[in-house]
Antibody, heavy 120, light 107 residues
Framework: QITLKESGPTLVRPTQTLTLTCTFS??????????VGWIRQPPGKALEWLAL???????RYSPSLESRLTITKDTSKNQVILTMTNMDPMDTATYYC????????????WGQGALVTVSS | DIQMTQSPSTLSASVGDRVTITCRAS??????LVWYQQKPGKAPKLLIY???SLETGVPSRFSGSGSGAEFTLTISSLQPDDFATYYC?????????FGQGTKVEIK
């Protein structure tokens, strides 16, 4: 059974850095073809693709956010970490981590999501 | 980025209706498209990948078609569990952009 779960702060102050951790089970990020990504969804709005890291450590980012995002993995802990700098109230959203399809970048298994509010 | 446009934004339908949702890409994406279903407060669920392949465990009343820049998701006979928001996503080129969603409501 594949599971993913996001963890991190629920409230972040403007200009601060957000760090989110995705802890997963049921698959390994050292297996060829596997990736884990992050997607966010502001309240009442559409999904937005943020970043993805593959088993061989290739990283891909949304160009509009690339300067603010860093994605890393700890294969031994089955974790993927996303950092986003210079948080703004417009970054308030539910942040999801998800496993990518085989050698691809759509998502076949998702975490439950973590709501992050940016407010002073 | 490739832009994905869904229509309609909202759709009112009754149980048993045949429902069709359209997704258009701003350029050709071959067949690199998926469809998700999302219910309030829940994560999206993968329904269709590569435009027309049904994900394991998804009911056969769901089907996808299209290639190039125009795609459709069809629900052949709408069931009470199908009232939700549906999103398309392209994976032809990074970033994997999503459509704005289509909410299927009870008529």
């Amino acid at each position: 059974q594949i599971t993913l779960k996001e963890s991190g702060p629920t409230l972040v102050r403007p200009t601060q850095t957000l760090t989110l951790t995705c802890t997963f089970s049921g698959f390994s990020l050292s297996t060829s073809g596997v990736g884990v990504g992050w997607i966010r969804q502001p309240p009442g709005k559409a999904l937005e693709w943020l970043a993805l890291i593959y088993w061989y450590d290739e990283k891909r980012y949304s160009p509009s956010l690339e300067s603010r995002l860093t994605i890393t993995k700890d294969t031994s802990k089955n974790q993927v970490i996303l950092t986003m700098t210079n948080m703004d109230p417009m970054d308030t959203a539910t942040y999801y981590c998800a496993r990518s399809g085989y050698y691809s970048y759509y998502f076949d298994h998702w975490g439950q999501g973590a709501l992050v509010t940016v407010s002073s | 980025d490739i832009q994905m446009t869904q229509s309609p934004s909202t759709l009112s339908a009754s149980v048993g209706d045949r429902v069709t949702i359209t997704c258009r890409a701003s350029q050709s994406i071959d067949s690199w498209l998926v469809w998700y279903q999302q219910k309030p407060g829940k994560a999206p669920k993968l329904l269709i990948y590569r435009a027309s392949s049904l994900e394991t465990g998804v009911p056969s009343r769901f089907s996808g078609s299209g290639s190039g820049a125009e795609f459709t998701l069809t629900i052949s006979s709408l069931q009470p569990d199908d009232f939700a928001t549906y999103y398309c996503q392209q994976y032809n080129s990074y970033p994997g952009t999503f459509g704005q969603g289509t909410k299927v409501e009870i008529k």
